[in-house]
């Protein structure tokens, strides 16, 4: 099973930006598609964005459609998480997610992801 490291967050002001990564162990990396969710405290863990095996296709939750751009580099088993005009209400722990399956809506359910990182702490202040 594919292990994940997050990194890259921080204390931001609205209209900044940052760059999450996710580091993956194992030679399996390209069998998942990869995903990022947000929970802030006392919330429910919320999908921000996804993308499939090869980096072809990718999906976005609407609020960050726009601002946030995931990528990943294969050769590295690496994906990262490029965000621009941050507003506080991005604030949030935000984790890094592998799903071994079929690419579909279902990478927008968190219960659906076999594998966790333990998180990388995001605040933006007004």
């Known amino acids: 099973q594919v292990q994940l490291v997050e990194s890259g967050g921080g204390l931001v002001q609205a209209g900044a930006s940052l760059r999450l990564s996710c580091a993956a162990s194992?030679?399996?990396?390209?069998?998942?598609?990869m995903g990022w969710f947000r929970q802030s405290p006392g919330k429910e863990r919320d999908f921000v964005a996804a993308?499939?095996?090869?980096?072809?296709?990718?999906y976005y939750a609407d609020s960050v459609k726009g601002r946030f751009t995931i990528s990943r580099d294969n050769a590295k088993n690496t994906v990262h998480l490029q965000m621009n005009s941050l507003k506080p209400e991005d604030t949030a722990a935000y984790y890094c997610?592998?799903?071994?399956?079929?690419?579909?809506?279902?990478?927008?359910?968190?219960?659906?992801?076999?594998?966790w990182g333990q998180g990388t702490l995001v605040t933006v202040s007004s």
């Open positions: 997610a592998a799903h071994r399956g079929a690419w579909g809506l279902q990478i927008t359910v968190a219960g659906n992801f076999d594998a």
């Open positions: 993308i499939n095996w090869s980096g072809g296709s990718t």
């Open positions: 194992g030679r399996t990396f390209t069998l998942y598609n």
